[in-house]
């Protein structure tokens, strides 16, 4: 009985052994692969490599639309994309990506590039 009077004792006065989750988050560590984050699309040049290296098949990549898509419910988190990416326009996020009721592949397209008016010479153009 005095036993359990003791240990009811040390847990009253005692801080609790865990986080109060809601309320205090726990800092990330360093390098862990959370998602993959947002592609620098201007820098790509739609080599295509990520998405045949891609062990799930979550990377499509369209050449002729200029557009790269992930489905981040397919990518396991390995960063194999980002490895073999020539332009290292991929990056992994350390944050971990939050729950949703839908279902939303993330889709990038580049923009096409200004083009000089017609009647704008090379000389005027440097």
Known sequence: MFDMLGN???NLLSKP???MYPF???ENFKNTRGQLGDIDI???IFCSICAKKCPSDAIIVNRNEKSWEVDR???IVCGVCTEVCP???LHMEEQYKTASYTKENAKFVQQPKPEAPAGQSQEQKQ
């Open 24 to 26: 205090e988050k726990r």
């Open 17 to 19: 052994a865990t986080r």
């Open 8 to 10: 009811i004792m040390k």
């Open 42 to 44: 201007d820098a790509c």
């Open 73 to 75: 419910y397919k990518c």
């Open 87 to 89: 332009k290292k326009c």
